[in-house]
């Protein structure tokens, strides 16, 4: 597709369970960004990728939250044990590299938990 | 962690009217964007603005990067129906990362 895609885009879960959050970024995109955004609030960052790999992790919330890409694309956002608070916007952008900071983003994935 | 003050934190208007928001910042940045999110999406990029003192147009939208390199203004001209939306600036002060305003949310009565 021409855009950054996001799965699901809603997603309703019990408190307690894990959920996987996916993000196909705009081809030939090399960086990759998770954001988190809760009702009315601005973007929080998560974490990037450059390629495969996350130099900056250091938006993650806690342990229970861990993200991973593969092949340089697709790239899934883990949050395991969910907690009501996890209830959010999760967000994900991509840029040409790392230099550029033109981030074209997903539609987003809308979690609930109950 | 670091954020943009953004303000007005919201705007109701009427049709055609213009409009101006802005943000400051604590720190310098050297790179500076205006993003629109409408209801149910991710945001769109408007602007991005590389340079002190640069004053960049898309259309009826304006943004400058202000001097001192902690601010940055948006204004819209002529507003129409369609401007409705949450509009966010965001700074890159060169860690790769953007770090985002709060948002205005603006309001445009036909």
């Known amino acids: 597709g021409a855009g950054v895609s996001q799965s699901p885009s809603n997603k309703v879960t019990e408190k307690g369970k894990d959920v996987e959050l996916r993000c196909d970024p705009i081809s030939g995109h090399t960086a990759l960004y998770w954001y988190r955004q809760s009702l009315g609030q601005g973007l929080e960052f998560l974490i990037y990728?450059?390629?495969?790999?996350?130099?900056?992790k250091s938006g993650l919330p806690s342990d229970r939250f861990s993200a991973e890409r593969t092949g340089g694309s697709v790239s899934t956002l883990t949050i395991q044990r969910t907690q009501q608070e996890d209830s959010a916007v999760y967000l994900c952008?991509?840029?040409?590299?790392?230099?550029?900071?033109?981030?074209?983003f997903g539609p987003g994935t809308r979690l609930t938990v109950t | 962690g670091q954020q943009l003050n953004q303000s007005p934190q919201s705007m109701f208007i009427q049709e055609g009217e213009d409009v101006s928001m802005n943000c400051t910042s604590s720190s310098i940045f050297n790179t500076w964007l205006w993003y629109k999110q409408d209801p149910g999406e991710g945001p769109v990029l408007l602007i991005a603005l590389y340079k002190a003192g640069e004053l960049t147009s898309n259309g009826r939208l304006t943004a400058q990067f202000g001097i001192t390199r902690k601010d940055s203004f948006l204004n819209i001209s002529a507003s129409i129906p369609s401007d409705v939306g949450i509009y966010f600036c965001a700074g890159d002060g060169a860690t790769n990362k953007l770090i985002f305003g709060t948002g205005t949310l603006l309001a445009v009565q036909p």
């Open positions: 952008a991509s840029t040409l590299g790392l230099h550029s900071y033109e981030q074209y």
């Open positions: 990728f450059q390629g495969n790999s996350a130099p900056d």
